[in-house]
């Protein structure tokens, strides 16, 4: 055959595992695998490199609902550049943007806006509201969308539904999976008053304790079972929810996070101040134990970073009025190659969280792995290449990355999107030419 793209002479991650092949890429789909495949208008030599199925982001904050983000902060093209510079091929993006996207017409100018301004392909979450419960149906299923989003703690605007009386009517509003940030409300605002302006930020992790992620998981997995709504919980932090929501996963599935597998209280907080607060809290090592735990046992589904950029001056704010979220698309497959160095994951484990789990849990079609039919996203990485995370390398507006001056051993040196090349050896040339993620509705 003759193919448009052919990866020659590297090791290809498969789900049984590692095996030396080749790939070949026709009209931006995996046409072939195997070897002496043929000829190709570009051939990419990946000896003595890895390819993985394109990586995906499933949470990411990106500020921008067609209107241009946050200027200084983030944008569409500022945060998918830094996704292919760190190896993702796509990312799921959260609905509390400006504008939000909690109706048919934002849902709408948001999918029409990512062709042109991003650099990898883009799914878009529904914010779920008390008042758009009756459009739900509709919304979830429209081009693009990966799923609903319900805010149970605090949020901004009106992307909060914190009562179990109007997250039962979302849940009974369509049949698609719901993703949920979990913290209880209630406890958060009787909790408030033990605290004051300009307490330590290790405070953060106090007032949104244990207790108030473990209740809000229950109460949600409580409603599911009650409705027979799949839902999906957005970064579980603590082992008593990891351990309840094993016994679960008949209708919930998990999400962990990054930070909570490689980051710990106080030390983090100790180390990064402000930079370190983000919602919900990094806890200390037991509850960071324990989300590793629930990566082995497989009671983990997805992993994501929760890229939530701020400008510098509210990031550094006293505490409670800190901006809470850290950066993270495009140092989470650095971060977690160098958890596989470390001997912490397998690799073929490292691609069911960031691959495989990620297009399984929200029905991306045709992405997530490497087989014949599929879309031809690659993260290509140097499993042996020793680099150094710099405040200089990172893309986001923000300019900051709480992983600034950690070595990780495995790098992402190519990042193929639909056959395309976007990144190779950390430059990214040509115009931005990302889509909307098709989704099984």
Not at 97 to 108: D, F, G, K, L, Y
Not at 151 to 166: I, K, P, Q, R
Not at 290 to 303: E, H, K, R, S
Request: aromatic residues 6%.
């Amino acid at each position: 055959m003759n193919f448009d793209l052919l990866i020659r002479n590297g090791v290809v991650a498969f789900p049984w595992g590692e095996v030396a092949a080749d790939v070949g890429v026709q009209g931006g789909i995996i046409a072939a695998i195997g070897t002496n495949l043929g000829n190709a208008e570009q051939i990419f030599d990946a000896a003595h490199l890895t390819v993985l199925p394109g990586i995906i982001d499933p949470h990411v904050h990106f500020r921008d609902g067609g209107l241009g983000g946050i200027k200084g902060v983030e944008d569409m093209a500022s945060g998918t550049l830094g996704a292919v510079l760190g190896g993702v091929t796509s990312v799921f993006d959260m609905p509390n943007t400006e504008p939000a996207a909690t109706s048919a017409e934002t849902v709408a100018r948001k999918h029409d806006y990512i062709s042109g301004q991003a650099y990898c392909d883009v799914g878009i979450y529904v914010g779920g509201t008390k008042e758009n419960i009756v459009e739900l149906a509709a919304l979830e299923v429209m081009p693009g969308v990966c799923g609903i989003k319900i805010f149970a703690g605090s949020s901004t605007g009106n992307l909060m539904v914190e009562d179990d009386e109007h997250i039962g009517m979302i849940m009974r509003a369509g049949r698609r999976r719901i993703s949920f940030h979990s913290e209880d409300e209630y406890r958060l605002q009787a909790r408030k008053s033990r605290f004051s302006c300009g307490d330590p930020y290790a405070s953060h992790a106090q007032w949104r304790d244990v207790e108030c992620a473990y209740l809000g998981t229950r109460r949600i997995t409580a409603l599911a079972r009650k409705t027979g709504r799949p839902a999906h919980i957005l970064h579980v932090s603590t082992a008593e929810e990891f351990a309840f929501l094993r016994d679960h996963k008949a209708l919930m599935s998990v999400e962990v996070l990054l930070n909570h597998l490689v980051q710990s209280a106080p030390d983090t907080y100790d180390r990064l101040g402000p930079y370190g607060v983000m919602n919900p809290p990094v806890r200390d090592e037991r509850h960071r134990l324990a989300a590793w735990a629930a990566v082995a046992d497989g009671t983990v589904d997805t992993l994501a970073s929760d890229h939530a950029p701020h400008a510098a001056a509210a990031k550094e704010r006293p505490w409670p009025d800190c901006a809470s979220g850290m950066t993270g698309v495009q140092t989470l497959l650095p971060m977690m190659l160098e958890q596989v160095a470390q001997g912490n994951l397998s690799l073929s484990r490292l691609t069911s969280l960031m691959a495989d789990g990620p297009a399984r849990v929200y029905g991306a079609v045709n992405k997530g792995r490497i087989a014949a039919g599929y879309d031809a996203d690659f993260s290509i990485v140097d499993l042996r290449a020793r680099r150094r995370i710099e405040k200089s390398w990172i893309a986001s507006q923000c300019g900051w990355t709480p992983f600034e001056g950690v070595v990780c051993t495995g790098w992402p040196v190519a990042t193929i999107v639909r056959g395309q090349m976007v990144m190779r050896d950390g430059a990214v040339a040509g115009a931005p030419t990302g889509r909307p993620v098709l989704f099984r509705s």
